[in-house]
């Protein structure tokens, strides 16, 4: 067993199928997929959210087998989350803090999939995005409610949630956001690199599925739930 019974946890699978990444509120171990050679890589303290769900990082592999993850300390309401960002080697254990960044509340700062940039909601308001260890940042959307969600595939595009809107910029010096369709809640996928499938608010207290085809950001409404 990957975790002790009535205990969760996030797994992840390696790209070649052999190990899980497994994170709980204060650990992140390894094991092979069928539970065996497990160990930890990272302890961390347990974050407080002021609410009943728990904070758990999301880590992911890299293509070399090392592993990026964005670790948040515990914080006080009304201030910044600082996160380290982190570059685990489960192979040799050998782990490197890369750099900090200060971010407006726990939403997980996210790298681009190759990891080379990383975008995060601004402590000071907005969406800013960075090179891999937070440096350099630039903001590419403004306000404070701003919540980063999914990469394109190829990395070229980022769709965030800016004040109940999905919007979408592409990451060009200059590029300007276009904002789709208004949020049910916040859940987005990227079917390609310029088809966004969203879960959105086509209604009164109705959600439906809604495609958007970017650059133009042209929605077609797929699925709707009655009302």
């Known amino acids: 067993a990957l975790l002790p019974s009535g205990e ?9 199928g052999a190990w899980v990444l497994l994170s709980t509120g204060t650990v992140i171990s ?11 890589l990272l302890k961390f303290e347990r974050v407080p959210t002021y609410s009943e769900w ?22 006080t309401v009304g201030e910044p989350v600082t ?28 790298w681009s999939p190759d990891g080379t940039r990383l ?8 969406l800013a995005l960075a090179d891999a260890a937070g440096q350099d940042p630039r903001l590419v959307a403004e306000g404070d409610d701003v919540v980063p969600l999914a990469w394109s595939p190829e990395g070229t595009r980022l769709a965030f949630v800016q004040s109940g809107q999905y919007c979408v910029v592409d990451d060009q ?30 209604g009164e207290d109705q959600p439906g599925l809604v495609a958007a085809e970017l650059p133009g950001g042209t929605t077609t409404e797929l699925w709707s739930a009655p009302v």
């Open 83 to 110: 996160y380290q960002l982190w570059r685990l080697e489960p192979a040799s254990g050998q782990n490197e803090m890369l750099g900090e960044v200060q971010a407006s509340w726990l939403h997980t700062p996210l």
């Open 173 to 202: 010096a200059g590029a300007e956001p276009v904002c789709l369709a208004p949020t049910f809640y916040s859940d987005a996928r990227w079917l390609d690199e310029d088809t966004l499938v969203m879960v959105a608010s086509v």
């Open 54 to 75: 728990e904070w758990v990082p999301e880590p992911e592999w890299n293509d070399d087998g090392s592993v990026r993850v964005a670790i948040a300390l515990p914080w």
């Open 30 to 40: 390894v094991a092979r997929v069928d539970g065996s050679e497990p160990r930890a």
């Open 119 to 126: 975008a995060f909601a601004a402590a000071g308001g907005g």
């Open 8 to 16: 969760g946890g996030r797994p992840v699978v390696s790209p070649d």
